[in-house]
Each structure stands twice: as C-alpha cells, then as structure tokens.
C-alpha cells in the first residue's frame, strides 16, 4: 500500500506521530514543518504558500534536500488541500492527515472534511486524525466495513449526503436494522462497541464515521 | 421576530454573549449554564441530561425558577438537538446557537453544523456563532442573500450538498458568475468583502455561509 501522510499546521500530538511508518511518503504542510521538526521526523516533502514559517526557513528546507513545493498565496485551494492533489497525483493509495482538524478557523477543517470525499473520488482511501478524532467515509454499496475497537470511547455516523439508506450496525452498542440517517436528524451520535470488532454497512449514501473520546 | 439563543457547553467569549438581547428566549444546555451564569446572564430554560453540571446545580436552578427540561442520558439526539426541538416546537423563528463549534469532539461541532439543516427545513433560521466563525445556510433559489462586512475577515463558501449551481458573487474580492461548486472540492476558502456588503445568489443547492478571523 502506497501511503501518504500529510501533517498540516494544527495540533498533533505524539501518538498521532507515532503511528507513521519509515515507508510513509511523509508531507509536511506549512506549519507542519514546525510540528515534524519538534518531533525530530524527517519529511520528504514541504507544501505551502508559508506565510506560517516564512521564507528563511523554506530557504533552509531547500538546502538540507526536502521537496519543496511553493503556493502562491492567491489560490484556489488551501494549503492542505494542494498536498492532497500531489499525494494523489503521484499515486497515493492512502492517505492520512494529520493536524487538519480543531484549529480556530472551521471552514478550513470543514474544506479538510470534505477532502476525504475528494480522496474517495480518486479511488484511493483517506483518515483524518487528531488527538480526540478519527473520520473516515463509507460510502453505501453494501459492503461490510469492519471497525476494530482502539483507543477511542465513541463512534459516530453521521451521513453527509442528504440520508444513508439500509444502514446495518453490529456489534454496537445501539444496532440497527435497515435504518434510514438523515443529515438535517443527525440520530447516530455517540454510539458505541459492544464488541471487539463492529461492522456496519449500507446501501446507499455517504457516511461519515467518527471515532472520538472527550 | 421571535428571537431563540441556545447556549451549548463548549467555549463562548463576551462578544457572543453581548448579543443575547433582553427579549430573546435564552436557553442553557447543560454547560451553558455554568457559562451563562459566569457572565450574570439570567436565563429561562436550562436542557440537558445535566452530566457537566450535576444534579445539585438542577436542583439549584428549579428552586430559582428556571424552566428545567431534564433528558435522558441514553438518547437519540445531542443536548444540543433537544433544545433545537424544544425552541422550534415553541415557535422561535430565529435561532442563535452559541458555544457548540470546537470543542475536542468533532462530531459534536458537526452534528451542530446539521442543525442549520433541519431548522432550515422547519421554516426558521439558524445561525451557529463562537469566537472566531459565524456559520449560516444559503438555500439555492434564485433569491439574493446579503452579506454586510462585520467582525470577521474571511468569508468561506462550502456546498453541503453534492453540488451548488449558478453562484453568483459580488462584492467579494473573489467574485463569480455563474459557478458551480462542487462539495468534494471546496474552492471557496477565504474568500474575502471588496465592498461593506457583499452579496450571493445561487440557482440550486445548499451551501454554508462561513464568516471566520484567525
């Protein structure tokens, strides 16, 4: 599997950092710069317009080797979402974003939601990940997607298109049957497990599954 | 109007809190009410399963005089939602939502975000406020909505359906005509005002009105 790991400027903690692998193509953007610098984790790649860390420390990336990618600071697209665009123009079939969620702007962790619809486009699969959240797609075609119970309390699923149809939970703590989600009644929140694995699937529709813990 | 402000547990500064006028209907989910009365702010309803504040503190607030809608702990839907359904079934035309973006889970904000949806779809209109971002909805139908320039610096355009059709942008630094935007490709991020009242229409869709500052 051919993954990427993409660490944006928000907060990152250690065990979020500790889950990259040596063969991780590993991005950093902008600000995660100062983030995978801290954390002493070399990166192959830096993206960015870099009004974050400024030009002599993109001078400084360019001489000790990193891949620089420069943004023009008009553009069309964040920062993050550009790093998206490179993982997947080189083939990324995963992609895992770090620090993209919880800033103080919520359009930017809206715009980075929404980018795993983007990824799911591009056939390949995505995670964002933060201290207290993991969000992941399903979309409904009626495969089972399993859901092994890790360091999160809660698990939440929220549609994000208009409703998900035929909606199966097992091994959770409130199971359904059969059930229709409609994004407008967000019914699905704070479910739990009930077994080590949970498994759902759905027919129709675009889910958003969310593991978190207070 | 018939003016209802809903104040969640999650963080709200002064500045929101200014904005509580004395004939809105001011209800308190859980938290909220440490937090509202903090700022010395009176209140009218308090809702919630009361985990954050405890059972002494709901029995402080019913010998006050406070409304108390006491909810299970095992529900359906968020405190958050309960109170959205109580100010609706009590007729608000207006709902200002406060303290419900950005706390650790991101579920929560986003589960939140769908209440614009479904206050929407009973007829009213919803506004989710904290610190740094003032969220709305934008229905396509043609219709023209305006955008005066306020506190914030940045405005940010983001379809919650698949797709929004015929945007038309003016006013903006960023203007359009005629755009479709799609949902799994945000381009709307930070836009910004050219004018003391930008203005939007769109022919289809849904999109979210995000007003935001660093």
Known sequence: MNRWVIVAGGDTS???LREVKQEDRLVAVDGGVITLRKAQIPFHIAVGDFDTIGPAAVAELKESGVQVEELPREKDMTD???AVELALAE???????????GGARFDHSLANLFLLERIH???????LCDRNNRLRLYIGDGRKMELPRGRFQYISLLPLSEQVEGLHLEGFRYPLSG?????RHPMGIS????????KLSAVSGTLLVVESKD
């Open 91 to 101: 083939g990324a079939e995963e992609i895992l974003i770090l620090g993209a969620l």
């Open 14 to 16: 250690a065990a979020e």
């Open 179 to 183: 059930a229709t989600l409609l994004r």
């Open 121 to 127: 486009s591009a056939g390949a699969q995505g995670v």
């Open 191 to 198: 479910n739990e497990w009930a077994a080590p694995v949970a």
């Open 80 to 82: 993050t979402q550009a």
